[in-house]
């Protein structure tokens, strides 16, 4: 009765996982910096950020936010200073790193709650999600959809994102590709730093222009 509702939100979803973004961006730097296992680790903390857009829609409370220009302003800004938050610590760790060696960079230096809160939050305070969620569930999904039903499609979209964020983490942290893409060393580092302030700046100034 609900496939053709399912299978809707499974495209748009496919479209828009696959869309590089911060999402993509903090995976892919976990995955060659640390390794796979810290790739998977965020892979986790993106699909429990899913978890709270599902949620938050099916109370009502995506609804308030999308109403509310001055609340989705705030979400942006917020979102916009931790992406950009992210990429200085980057760079910045870049920069006082005497060698880069390959075989020190691994999960070892950074717990596995901290790689889980970084996606969670990266995932989370991303308002692009937010809107992207807020569709799905105010126009796709019919309003007499039953709560069960809504929430099996919240945690097939979380389970899809972690399915597809941990291929991408065990396909990136393969010895072979992270060799190839460390031999950049720092600059690897820096490039990712500069691509995450970049994403919140132009955050920020997306929503100076709204």
Excluded at 19 to 46: E, M, N, Q
Aim: contains cysteine.
């Amino acid at each position: 009765m609900y496939l053709a509702e399912f299978l809707t939100i499974a495209v748009a979803h496919l479209f828009a996982v696959a869309s590089p973004g911060p999402d993509f961006a903090i995976v892919l730097r976990h995955s060659i910096v640390r390794g796979k296992h810290a790739g998977l680790w965020t892979s986790l903390g993106v699909a429990a950020g899913i978890l709270l857009h599902v949620t938050y829609c099916i109370l009502g409370i995506g609804l308030l936010l999308s109403s509310s220009p001055t609340l989705l302003a705030g979400v942006k800004l917020v979102a916009a200073i931790y992406l950009s938050y992210l990429g200085i610590i980057v760079i910045k760790a870049s920069l006082n790193q005497a060698s880069y060696n390959i075989k020190e960079t691994n999960i070892a230096s950074i717990s596995a709650r901290s790689l889980v809160l970084t996606g969670f939050l990266t995932n989370g305070l991303n308002p692009k999600a937010t809107l992207f969620f807020l569709a799905l569930f105010s126009v796709i999904i019919d309003s007499d959809t039953p709560l069960m039903v809504q929430a099996g499609y919240g945690l097939y979209l979380s389970v899809a994102t972690f399915v597809w964020f941990a291929c991408l983490s065990l396909l990136l942290g393969m010895e072979p590709i992270r060799n190839f893409i460390l031999r950049a060393g720092r600059w690897f580092e820096r490039a990712m730093g500069f691509i995450l302030i970049a994403l919140g700046v132009q955050l920020f100034t997306s929503q100076i222009s709204a």
